[in-house]
């Protein structure tokens, strides 16, 4: 690759690393993209996406260790469900690569889940109180099928339960090349009632053991372009373990509402990129790059500014009045 490339990517992996570090999500979900958009195969986006999830995640993982904000035993459960459906995701995608249509499908795939999730979680950032979202815990933790297991935040869940939406989740995944976190975080969060900070340091846990079978998967498929992920992996290293400090200095709805930004702005990108190439519309295609960096440069720059604004509030000396 050219110097000034390598430079961008470099750079975005250091954005990259932030939001990782912050959401808990890999950055294949911009990765991903934005190498379709680059005019790489969808095989090898996806896979140069799950072997960047998994040098990011080693950093931040330890990062949130020293935190407190791991789940091991719900991380566990994640690992087990997801390295399992992973490999179905894998088989659907070299399919879709042999009869010509992985690009389309994988592409469209990516700006529906990433709307609606994205969707969702600026609803519940708007409105924690929303009857609907604050009852979904509740209604799956009345689903007692045994064995039982105690997660953070004082709840029992069912293992199977719980397996079965890692599964689903590890199908998503390993389709479309992303660690999961997009996904599995809210599906922490909402469904079996996670704190936030928790579910992200958790999430990036099991990121680490199911990016790296995904990423060692594709790779024997020839699948990964290290050309691509080697400048990445540099600028994260430092990205990650600011992104992971940086949850420990923001609101919970604050995390939530950067989350949901980023969701929406790669929905926006890929439908662009998506609807320029069928259209020949090459002014899309680069509003579709502009969308994915942007949008990930702003976020990255409003969760660093907000934890700053909030360690300043911490530190400073709080006044005291004396009759």
């Not at 680490?208 to 990964?224: H, K, L, P």
């Not at 430092?238 to 929905?267: H, Q, V």
């Amino acid at each position: 690759m050219e110097p000034l490339l390598i430079a961008l990517f470099i750079g975005f992996g250091l954005v990259i690393g932030i939001l990782f570090g912050f959401f808990g999500m890999g950055g294949s979900f911009l990765v991903t993209p934005a190498l379709l958009v680059f005019g790489y195969p969808a095989k090898v986006a996806v896979g140069s996406g799950l072997a960047f999830v998994f040098g990011t995640s080693v950093i931040a993982a330890l990062r949130h260790r020293n935190l407190g904000q791991v789940d091991y035993k719900l991380a566990l459960l994640f690992i087990v469900g997801m390295t399992s459906g992973i490999k179905v995701g894998e088989y659907v995608v070299l399919w879709l690569e042999a009869t010509g249509m992985a690009d389309i499908v994988v592409g469209t795939a990516y700006v529906l889940l990433l709307a609606t999730v994205g969707l969702f979680t600026l609803r519940d950032s708007r409105g924690s109180d929303d009857d609907g979202a604050s009852s979904l815990p509740e209604r799956f933790e009345v689903l007692q099928i045994p064995p039982m297991v105690s997660i953070s935040g004082g709840v029992e869940i069912s293992v199977w339960l719980t397996l079965g939406i890692a599964l689903f989740v590890g199908i998503l995944s390993g389709f479309l090349g992303v660690g999961g976190g997009f996904l599995l975080m809210p599906a922490m969060v909402y469904v079996l009632g996670v704190p936030t900070v928790v579910a992200v340091g958790t999430d990036v846990l099991q990121i680490t053991v199911s990016g790296g079978f995904g990423a060692f998967s594709y790779a024997q498929n020839g699948a990964v372009e290290l050309a691509v992920v080697a400048p990445l992996l540099a600028g994260s290293a430092l990205g990650a373990r600011i992104g992971a400090a940086a949850t420990n200095l923001t609101d919970e709805d604050d995390i939530k509402g950067y989350f949901a930004a980023m969701l929406l702005a790669g929905s926006v990108a890929v439908a662009s990129n998506r609807v320029g190439d069928a259209l020949g519309i090459h002014l899309l295609d680069q509003i579709s790059l502009v969308l994915i960096f942007g949008s990930a440069v702003v976020v990255a720059a409003a969760v660093v500014y907000s934890a700053l604004v909030n360690l300043r509030e911490r530190e400073s000396p709080s006044v005291s009045t004396s009759d």
